[in-house]
């Protein structure tokens, strides 16, 4: 059930290799349950249940899940922590081409396993304490991506702000993408799916440099060259944006 | 405890009036619930600590709030209603516009009790579950902000991610206004904070119209008139605006 693989991606959380001796007994308690959710409902089956089938001890279970929900989302405390190591490293290069990148190390784990995520996006949207796990999940990487931008743009007036804004916003796209490949079973090709969304919002504030040239973004024609105009530096800037839209017709 | 209003805007839920007689109990099943809060936790405080305090029966409790955690956020039901109300009828107008306005109903409803909403904001960082009561009704804010501006954009080539990657910046800027307004103990204006983080998602896509001059930008000063000149129509905005930052010395 969890041996279908994508560019050899697959990890130690479901189903590859992992150096440590103790990945075995993890994998086939992962397995186990899966197995038993989508026969007889997440609801249903207990942990009793779930280690009998594996043939392990109650007390293995919770060696490594804190409870039933945490077998579901076997990978996402590894994920945060590459994430956040990526970060670290990650001082240059614009912050929001940054947080895009971050968050595809998101999208890769799910990339990894396709038949998992996609049975996991089905279980996840019918039993109401996986969705509440779901979105405690979320709301860490998008903790961990407000948290670099906010250093990245310390000092800046409203840097917090456009911090969270832009945190937000990347989750929202990045999700965007991934739910669409998840929809369409986990067929496509899950990169080109997120990166389509991703681009959306670099678009958005403007910021489509080096990152821009892998994704699908259209490059502007040359005839999209701009005329410069010259306004006082107190203008706020959304007034000269407002202005210029109402001179190209759009306002 | 839950006696400070502002404006006159104290509803229901919260200390204010109600047309049904059932009122009073509920008051008073809140208002046991965080005095016993407060002093001994919110874990450490039992249903059955609250009913004896509030001189009511554990059944009345439960006819009020299905959990414990539920007394913690007893307006949000109304909230979530009142906001698709005022979407439902919404149908002119900026679309980005008008789901800050949405938006803006739930800074509403904090300011319209600022002390039970301070309270409420300590007690919620402290104490996990509250956390996660608190994610899942963040989450039905930006679903409710999301489906609105999908319909908005029904028929735009990737009108969904738009409306998800905005509904996101929306509820993202709203939170980051509420809670500098929580930080500073309820005492300053709630929607001076929320409108100030709102402009910059207005900013961001350059709708700025109507709903701006209500809110508390800085009008710009008359010596900030800017010149327009004229780029060509197929000039995406961003560009204009990077251009734009680089010579005003931004860049």
Known sequence: MTDVRDEGRATAA???PEPSDKAPMREALIEAAFQLFLVHGFERTTV?????????GRRSFFRYFPSKEDVVFPEHE????????????STDGEPLDVVCDAARLVMRMYAANPEFSVQRYRLTREVPSLRGSELSVVHRYERTLAHYLRQRYAGDDAGALRAEVQAAAVVAAHNNGLRTWLRGGGQGDAAK??????????????GV????ERSTAPAPAPEDDVIVLVAPRS??????VQKIEK???DG
Chains 1, 2 share one sequence.
């Open 14 to 16: 479901v189903g590859g």
């Open 48 to 56: 009793d249940d779930i280690v009998a089938r594996a043939g392990v």
């Open 78 to 89: 590894r994920c945060l922590a590459e994430m956040s190591a990526f970060l670290t490293t």
């Open 193 to 206: 799916a997120v990166d389509q969304s991703l681009i959306f919002v670099r678009q958005t504030w403007g």
């Open 209 to 212: 440099g080096e990152s821009a």
């Open 235 to 240: 203008a706020p800037i959304w007034r000269v």
């Open 247 to 249: 001179t190209l017709g």
